[in-house]
């Protein structure tokens, strides 16, 4: 091959990188992905039958752009059979749940919601409370909670924190 056709080859090769490499980097904000973890469980037992848990945590939106929550959904994996989805409580009702249970300790963070916001390049503490259909010592024996936050556009997010 000629000496010349192989050096404008080479530049061109090392030109098309460049472009890539600025492409892929330009945009890597435009991908919208939450990051985070589950800080802290509590729980305790309303009746019988009915278990309460609440999911401290904190995300970060390493994004360029918001992301607003569609659905928050906490599942529990117990030692044996299905994992139960919980029920969350309000975020209107998360000052009397409190109050009147004393056994879950003090409300640290605001509550996660439906059309809460978490801002581009922001970070948050929030939490969630829920209540399972399952007894405190299958409560107590579960593996796992799973927390899974879903944004209006589709993107989602889900951690686990294992409770053994």
């Known amino acids: 091959m000629d000496k010349r056709f192989l050096m404008f080859f080479g530049a061109g090769v090392v030109v098309i990188a460049i472009a890539v490499t ?5 945009n890597k904000g435009s991908h919208l992905a939450l990051q985070g973890e589950v ?13 309460i848990a609440v999911l401290d945590f904190r995300l970060e939106n390493p994004s360029n752009v918001p992301f607003v929550v569609k659905d928050v959904v906490v599942t529990l994996t117990p030692q044996k059979g299905d994992p139960v ?38 970070k948050v503490d929030r939490m969630v409370a829920t209540r399972f259909e399952v007894s405190r010592p299958d409560m107590e024996s579960a593996k796992s909670v799973r927390l899974h936050i879903e944004d209006v556009d589709g993107p989602m997010f889900e951690t686990t924190y294992n409770l053994k």
């Not at 600025?22 to 330009?26: I, M, W």
């Open 85 to 122: 989805d919980g029920v969350n409580v309000s975020k209107s009702d998360l000052k009397r749940l409190f109050q009147y249970n004393r056994f879950l300790g003090d409300q640290y963070n605001d509550g996660l919601s439906i059309e809460d916001t978490i801002p581009p390049h922001g």
């Open 22 to 26: 600025l492409v892929l980097t330009s």
């Open 39 to 51: 800080l802290k469980v509590r729980s305790g037992e309303l009746d019988a039958q009915n278990t």
